[in-house]
Nanobody, 124 residues
């Protein structure tokens, strides 16, 4: 059983930056493919970014490509999401998630473990 706890959310101005952290415990972190999703009020949960087990492969939603960077530190059992050039439309609850299967990368249904989420609010 993998437990995931996100932190680092908060309030930022448009154009600013935030760094989200996801601390994992239980299981073997390096055995899991990891991802970030977000859900804005009244909208469905959407894929943000994903990373392979060694960190060598990364995937991004078009809406965040070039602005967000996903990374992981397997020695620290930690996943990160560096968010730069934030926009008001990035406002959402951000979730860390873990999956054991290689594919699919962008589907929330393929992720088995989820954190409780952290709120990110970007003001204009």
């Amino acid at each position: 059983q993998v437990q995931l706890v996100e932190s680092g959310g908060g309030l930022a101005q448009a154009g600013g930056s935030l760094r989200l952290t996801c601390a994992a415990s239980g299981g073997t972190f390096s055995s899991n493919y990891m991802g970030w999703f977000r859900q804005a009020p009244g909208k469905e949960r959407e894929f943000v970014a994903a990373i392979g087990r060694s960190g060598g492969s990364t995937y991004y939603a078009d809406s965040v490509k070039g602005r967000f960077t996903i990374s992981r530190d397997n020695a620290k059992n930690t996943l990160y999401l560096q968010m730069n050039s934030l926009k008001p439309e990035d406002t959402a609850v951000y979730y860390c998630a873990a999956r054991t299967t290689l594919l699919p990368v962008r589907s929330s249904g393929s992720y088995t473990y989820w954190g409780q989420g952290t709120q990110v609010t970007v003001s204009s």
